[in-house]
């Protein structure tokens, strides 16, 4: 039983979504959205653009105001929350303005001065790998480690809840692993976390449970081996496939048992044939002396059942088009 599912068992949630709804005039952002967010664990909200993900975190925080539906965050109303509320959540923006001129140890106590509790400066510096730049000025900071300020800017008031908007967007992988493993010593120490990513193997790796949202409703919950489990009958066959080599792409996808899509210059072929529909298609290539780069043979990953979720921009698609 992982850390949140025993949280679970003794622990109130904290976070309670009931029915919330938000709309600017005429578009429902948000419509009647449910969910909890349980003691210690890491909860990812995913959606395409303009699915409501900004909106719900910004209602959860208490910058946004909600049309309907009952929300609880740590068990305050976040719209009506005093201090108190604030004094208990980290937050990590998208985008967030730093003094130029400050160092970041200069940075990290002034914000830090805003919290009743206070982690120590040097400990949050490691925590985000900025250690031994505490005296560096932030404007000759590179744009991946001002995002680690960012970061480390959410954990000095050491919060029971951290939301992540997008924590790694410009990192490099190296970057992005080490912000991994700091989720994952904060999840040791019992912080709850809320991210949002479009970093599919980010979620893989980080997220206990998902919320897959789309048009402000919810389209599947679960965790993401869940997610995964109604495609585990499926095997994914992918290779690079040059659109228009001759007249007979149309023959081949219908010759294929499963569901075929061909994407930006890959096709993709969902199967529950895979020994078949893998024979018809290196046969097809053979037959005109064509090589099939890149060609892999696996099972569905969670940005696959992502894409089978949502939608995507599929510019030929066999049994009809993707819905966006």
Request: glycine share 12%.
């Amino acid at each position: 039983m992982g850390v949140a599912s025993l949280a679970q068992v003794s622990e109130s949630p904290s976070v309670i979504v009931d029915g919330l709804c938000r709309s600017y005039g005429s578009v429902k952002a948000v419509d009647d959205l449910s969910f909890r967010v349980w003691p210690g664990e890491v909860f990812a909200l995913l959606g395409p653009n303009g699915a409501g993900k900004s909106t719900t975190v910004e209602i959860l925080e208490g910058h946004r105001s909600r049309d309907a539906g009952e929300v609880r965050v740590l068990g305050h109303d976040p719209a009506r929350a005093s201090s108190a509320f604030r004094d208990r959540i980290g937050i990590v923006l998208q985008e967030v303005g730093i003094e130029r001129e400050l160092t970041v140890c200069e940075i990290l106590r002034h914000y830090g001065a805003c919290y009743s509790r206070r982690r120590p400066v040097d400990e949050v510096l490691e925590l985000v790998g900025l250690t031994g730049l505490g005296n560096q000025r932030t404007h000759r900071l590179s744009g991946g480690q001002k995002r680690r300020v960012d970061l480390a800017l959410s954990l000095i008031g050491d919060p029971d809840l951290l939301f992540l908007d997008e924590p790694t967007t410009g990192f490099d992988p190296s970057a992005r692993r080490q912000a991994w493993e700091m989720v994952d010593r904060l999840r040791s120490l019992g912080a709850t976390v809320v991210l949002t990513s479009h970093y599919m193997d980010e979620v893989q790796a980080l997220a206990d449970r998902v919320l897959v949202i789309a048009g402000g409703r919810t389209v599947a919950e679960g965790t993401p081996d869940e997610l995964r489990g109604a495609m585990d009958a499926e095997t994914v066959v992918r290779t690079r496939f040059p659109i228009g080599a001759d007249g007979t792409v149309d023959e081949l996808l219908g010759s294929l048992s499963g569901r075929a899509t061909v994407r930006d210059g890959w096709l993709e072929v969902r199967t529950k044939e895979a020994t078949a529909d893998l024979h018809r298609l290196t046969g097809w290539a053979a037959g005109r002396g064509m090589e099939l780069e890149g060609l892999e043979v696996a099972r569905p990953t969670l940005e696959d059942v992502y894409l089978d979720l949502v939608g995507g921009d599929a510019t030929t698609v066999r049994g009809g088009p993707i819905d966006a």
